[in-house]
């Protein structure tokens, strides 16, 4: 059975793995790639969209001042920005939190599907018994 459940375990692993490079786009994260100049996301150390704000005040009339940090080179920065880009960048974290459950989701019923495949072969090899509850 050790040998079943590791062949199994391994085709799991293959699905998920493609399935999270399909939903990146083939890479195995944000890369460098065309964005805009006020792109708030885009760490401006190391090219890394995954920038994300640390605190935020208003700063004047539709004005925020937004401190943010990049967990890739562990940039820390951040300045003043108009209400329209960090509309901009608010709309961005909703899409990355998004897809960050997506993923979650998708792991979670892999490896509740793993678990259940595991089960189904020990009962049919009559490997659980009563005393196993």
Known sequence: MSDQRGVTG???GLRVETELERRRGGHGGS???PH???DMTVCP???RDFVYPVD???AGR???SVALRCPECEWVGG???DQDVVDRFDEALDESMQSVLDDLELLTRSNMQERIDVFVEALGADLILPEDF
């Open 10 to 12: 391994e085709r799991t």
């Open 31 to 33: 890369a460098i790639g």
């Open 36 to 38: 805009l100049a006020d």
């Open 45 to 47: 150390c190391c090219g």
């Open 56 to 58: 935020w005040a208003p």
């Open 62 to 64: 539709r004005r925020w």
């Open 79 to 81: 300045g003043v920005y």
